[in-house]
């Protein structure tokens, strides 16, 4: 009998949910409050009550003693917060946990929700690293998505940023949008590269219900592009970048050297993190736990002593989920690191359940990670994953 090794550890890193936007895109499903157009943080009472709960939840969460190396704002539209609201939420960390020096502070940002005073505001708090949500290079293309930001917007904030000299910059696309062609996403990329981010994030399109976009779509429906054309998209997108300079490091993240996003490397290698706020997800002594999404269940959650009240994952979830989400990563996952974990049997096991796809080219064990390939491997992730799920769980 294998004795599991915990790969649990103790947490470093820090996602704050700030659920704020002047309107909601077509395509998102994440818990957001609409605070409407060009409502900020200084200016909304309701964003105040939200930081002063979100602080409170900080303030009680138990702690351990390690500081954090890596935080992120995510939404939402964290760009929406005034510099004074975002100092008080970093300050609220920084007494709860410690941040540690040189730690990598994330914002994600909108077009058209900032101004200079503001990105330099955020700069001197410590943002040291920011997320620019584009997804289009095209203004048919965001007013189809639902955007609150005009191309106009998009270059203004591309030039706001190189001022202020944020040491890491990130811009986000979408691929697979409806009616989108493939010579409007060369262009994108393209226009992407000429922006000159540290790194690109490139998301294909998914219709969750409850959007505006599964309302209006189906997914393979037109005027969404079909798969084929979504394929040629995904290897447009590695050829493009990675001809670039940027590595191809995780399913749908490039960067340019020293520059992968340290944070999200934490949700990959399947490592604990705290979460904070309306909707956010934390996993902390092997306990993953989602916030309620709604505004006033998450206030009386947090009242009531914010108590997270789950089991520990079970092994056998812990290894499907380090399967599932390291095989994101262009390097893989460490098969002596499974076996310390799960046994060499189980090592063994998985290898066999991938037989098929080694055959194809698909999968890859490469020194002593196993991997999948790119492109190949990354498009067909999900029937190699799927697989693995479905004989592992037996």
């Not at 191809?248 to 960067?255: C, D, R, T, V």
């Not at 460490?334 to 796809?357: D, M, N």
Request: glycine letters at 8%; aromatic letters at 10%; proline letters at 5%.
């Amino acid at each position: 009998m294998h004795q599991k090794v915990n790969l649990i550890g103790i947490p470093s890193s820090a996602y704050v949910h700030i659920p704020f936007c002047r309107r909601r895109c077509f395509y998102c499903d994440f818990p957001v409050s609409v605070v409407g157009d060009r409502l900020r943080g200084e200016t909304s009472g309701t964003i105040s009550q939200y930081v002063e709960v979100l602080c409170h939840e900080i303030a009680i969460t138990p702690a351990f003693d390690q500081p954090l190396k890596t935080i992120f704002f995510g939404g939402g539209t964290p760009s929406l917060l005034a510099t004074a609201q975002l100092q008080r939420i970093v300050d609220a960390l920084d007494k709860r946990f410690g941040i540690a020096t040189g730690a990598e502070i994330s914002m994600e940002i909108d077009p058209g929700t900032f101004d200079l005073a503001h990105i330099a505001g955020y700069r001197r708090v410590g943002v040291n690293r920011v997320s620019l949500g584009v997804q289009a290079f095209q203004e048919e293309l965001l007013q189809i998505s639902g955007r609150s930001h005009s191309l106009a917007d998009v270059f203004a904030a591309v030039e706001l940023i190189s001022k202020v000299e944020i040491p890491n910059f990130s811009l986000d696309l979408i691929s697979g949008l409806p009616h989108q062609s493939l010579d409007q996403w060369q262009d994108s990329l393209e226009k992407a590269i000429a922006s000159n981010p540290n790194h690109i994030s490139i998301y294909d399109l998914t219709i969750e219900p409850g959007t505006a976009f599964g309302r209006y779509y189906k997914p393979g429906d037109n005027p969404l592009p079909t798969d084929e054309s979504t394929v040629k998209m995904y290897q447009m997108g590695q050829q493009v970048l990675t001809s670039a300079g940027y590595q191809h490091y995780e399913i749908s993240n490039y960067a340019k050297p020293g520059h992968q996003c340290q944070h999200n490397r934490v949700y990959w290698e399947n490592r604990p993190y705290y979460g904070f706020g309306m909707g956010a997800a934390s996993y902390v002594e092997g306990k993953r736990f989602t916030r309620p999404r709604k505004t006033k269940e998450y206030y009386q959650w947090v009242q009531a002593g914010n108590v997270i009240d789950c089991e520990v994952t079970p092994p056998q979830e812990v290894l499907l989920e380090t399967l599932m989400l390291g095989l994101r990563l262009a390097e893989g996952v460490s098969l002596s690191t499974l076996a310390e974990a799960f046994g060499e049997e189980k090592v063994e096991e998985i290898c066999r359940h991938l037989q098929p796809y080694f055959n194809k080219g698909w999968v890859e064990v490469v020194g002593e990670r196993l991997r999948l390939s790119d492109p190949q491997g990354f498009l067909f992730s999900n029937v190699v994953l799927a697989k693995l799920f479905e004989k592992l769980g037996e």
